[in-house]
């Protein structure tokens, strides 16, 4: 499990002892760690983000995102404050998201091979903790991670905790939440079908003779 907190645009981390951590890199806006659990000695990788709030600034981490991505052979696990929504909903307040940049955030997240994990708690994740009108809440905090490290981890969930003393709430990272603790519904991931042998467990699976509605 992980605590993972932005506060005053610094990376803040905590982790319990159930794994190992070596930090490879560590900058403003990165640190790329490799992560060992103690328990199976799964290893992968993850790179904990600090998105730039400017956008010529937050090009420069999307390629640096990308880098990682095209460079780790692991599991990959990416997560923090990314500075930009990914939708419109992800947004309460203020001037609507500028469509060109929610398109570039889609883009790295496609280019990357990573996919939006599943989490509990509020949905928008910062506010600018303002009155009225100026009033503004984002989903900025999130938790990405390619096909090898959701197979790894296929009872993880992000727990959004509520935010004290800063603007942003902590995300925690569980990697093995019982299914009964969350009512965690059957989710069909899309990178099922590039496995080699998917097309033939479906077509075994249908062609099975059954009692009632085939369905």
Same mark, same amino acid.
């Given at each position: 499990?992980?605590?993972?907190?932005?506060?005053?645009?610094?990376?803040?981390? $905590?982790?319990?002892n159930d794994v190992d951590l070596d930090v490879e890199m560590v900058c403003k806006n990165f640190m790329h760690t490799i992560?060992?659990? =103690?328990?199976?000695?799964?290893?992968?990788?993850?790179?904990?983000?600090?998105?730039?709030?400017?956008?010529?600034?937050?090009?420069?981490?999307?390629?640096?995102?990308?880098?990682?991505?095209?460079?780790?052979?692991?599991?990959?696990?990416? %997560?923090?404050?990314?500075?930009?929504?990914?939708?419109?909903? @992800?947004?309460?307040?203020?001037?609507?998201?500028?469509?060109?940049?929610?398109?570039?955030?889609?883009?790295?997240?496609?280019?990357?091979?990573?996919?939006?994990?599943?989490?509990?708690?509020?949905?928008?994740?910062?506010?600018?903790?303002?009155?009225? @009108? =100026?009033?503004?809440?984002?989903?900025?905090?999130?938790?990405?991670?390619?096909?090898? $490290?959701?197979?790894?981890? *296929?009872?993880?969930?992000?727990?959004?905790?509520?935010?004290?003393?800063?603007?942003?709430?902590?995300?925690?990272?569980?990697? *093995?939440?019982?299914?009964? =603790?969350?009512? =965690?519904?059957?989710?069909?991931?899309?990178? $099922?079908?590039?496995?080699?042998?998917?097309?033939?467990?479906?077509?075994?699976? $249908?062609?099975?003779?059954?009692?009632?509605?085939? %369905?």
């Amino acid at each position: 499990m992980w605590i993972l907190k932005v506060f005053r645009g610094v990376l803040a981390l $905590w982790w319990n002892n159930d794994v190992d951590l070596d930090v490879e890199m560590v900058c403003k806006n990165f640190m790329h760690t490799i992560v060992t659990g =103690k328990s199976n000695r799964n290893i992968w990788a993850t790179t904990f983000i600090y998105g730039c709030p400017g956008r010529a600034g937050r090009e420069l981490v999307w390629e640096k995102i990308r880098r990682f991505a095209r460079s780790e052979s692991l599991p990959w696990l990416c %997560m923090g404050d990314f500075n930009q929504v990914l939708s419109g909903s @992800d947004k309460v307040g203020g001037h609507y998201p500028n469509q060109n940049l929610i398109s570039s955030f889609h883009e790295l997240v496609s280019d990357c091979g990573l996919v939006d994990l599943e989490f509990k708690g509020p949905k928008f994740t910062w506010r600018n903790n303002r009155s009225g @009108d =100026k009033f503004i809440m984002e989903r900025l905090d999130m938790a990405f991670a390619n096909s090898k $490290w959701r197979e790894l981890h *296929d009872k993880a969930m992000v727990f959004i905790e509520p935010a004290i003393g800063s603007d942003h709430n902590p995300l925690i990272l569980n990697t *093995d939440v019982p299914l009964n =603790k969350v009512g =965690k519904p059957f989710r069909f991931e899309s990178f $099922w079908v590039t496995e080699e042998g998917c097309k033939a467990v479906i077509q075994e699976s $249908w062609s099975l003779i059954m009692d009632g509605s085939i %369905m």
